[in-house]
């Protein structure tokens, strides 16, 4: 694994590896962007590529620092995981320690630092005083989904790269090459991913998720004569984290889209796939005002869900009302 095996990052892989090829390294970077990115792995290659005895700027993968670096057990790399809850100060006290020995193999020590934003208040100011006075032998990365979480004085004295959501292709193009998801399911569940393949990829491993898609199907498929199963499922997803209960809104929405362009005639790909053919009959049972008004319902229940309110009553409502647009359930 090095540079050239990440995906839809080249802004963010230009910069570390111009810094690379300048010499023009800071002592201190800060990878941000969100979960599942390739912003660990990239953290990998740098320290691969800072430590190759070919000198490759990606690493070359065969001299024995890239192998044992691939291996986790190069003396130079450090990675730092949190604890618990949180990272510790007892963690970057071990990590200051080991910066103080004499490099034997390498050019490079390289600090990974995942989940930075679990930093203790102790821990940080800790980091904070290698970080004032980096010594040039050591390479720190710090990795965080959250950067408003950490200390502004960590922030101010870090290199930061940005990192992007992935694209729904790039996250496609590696689903394909797993074994374990069926081909019809891919743009599904690339879409649901929200540009993440660490989420992609549980969406696959979980299963619950794709389970309860079928049950979704089956009350818009069914409408009304169902009805009082809403109620059930609505407490069921109410019972999860809020991220989840996205994506199964997500879930209801990509089949109301899909009906939608059915039901416009559209020549675009529909994302479900799997089922266009009872997607084709279904269009038949609703109208363009109804399909327009249920996806706003869908989104607004999307937006009412980060409100503080009650999730089961936000659920039972979106359900309501697309079963029975003709009734104004929430007002405006």
């Known amino acids: 694994m090095n540079f050239n095996d990440i995906r839809g990052q080249s802004l963010a892989l230009e910069k570390i590896q111009t810094d690379i090829r300048e010499e023009n390294l800071s002592g201190a970077y800060l990878f941000t962007g969100p979960q599942g990115v390739g912003k660990k792995m990239a ?96 390479v720190i990365i710090l990795i965080t989904h959250i950067p408003r979480l950490l200390p502004p004085t960590i922030i101010s004295r870090c290199r930061i790269i940005h990192f992007s959501p992935l694209r729904d292709e790039d996250i496609s193009e590696i689903l394909k090459k797993q074994k374990n998801i069926k081909a019809e399911f891919i743009p599904i569940v690339s879409q649901l991913a929200r540009g993440s393949m660490s989420e992609a990829l549980k969406l696959i491993e979980e299963e619950s998720i794709l389970k309860e898609r079928e049950r979704a199907f089956n009350l818009l498929q069914r409408g009304k004569a169902l009805a009082k199963e809403a109620f059930t499922l609505s ?21 109301l889209r899909d009906i939608l362009l059915l039901k ?19 269009k038949e049972d609703f109208s363009l005002s109804h399909l327009c008004k249920a996806i706003e319902t869908v989104e607004k229940s999307k937006f009412l869900l980060h409100a503080n309110l009650s999730a089961q009553l936000i ?7 697309i079963f029975y647009p003709e009734y104004n359930l929430i007002n405006g």
């Open 43 to 138: 953290a990998i290659s740098l320290a691969k590529a800072l430590n190759c005895k070919q000198n490759s700027i990606n690493g070359c993968e065969r001299c024995s620092s890239c192998i044992k670096i691939e291996k986790m057990i190069h003396p130079n790399l450090r990675i730092v995981n949190p604890e618990g809850n949180y990272i510790k100060i007892e963690q970057i006290r071990r990590l200051k320690a080991d910066s103080s020995l004499k490099i034997y193999e390498g050019r490079k020590k390289v600090w990974i630092i995942d989940e930075a934003e679990k930093l203790t208040q102790e821990a940080a100011n800790s980091l904070l005083k290698t970080l004032e006075e980096p010594p040039p032998h050591l």
């Open 264 to 282: 416009m005639g559209n020549d675009v790909s529909i994302i479900n796939k799997d089922k266009e053919g009872k997607l084709l009959k279904m």
């Open 235 to 255: 407490e069921r997803w109410s019972t999860q984290k809020n991220s989840d209960i996205e994506t199964l809104l997500n879930i209801v929405l990509f089949f």
């Open 315 to 321: 659920l039972e409502t979106m359900w309501m009302r």
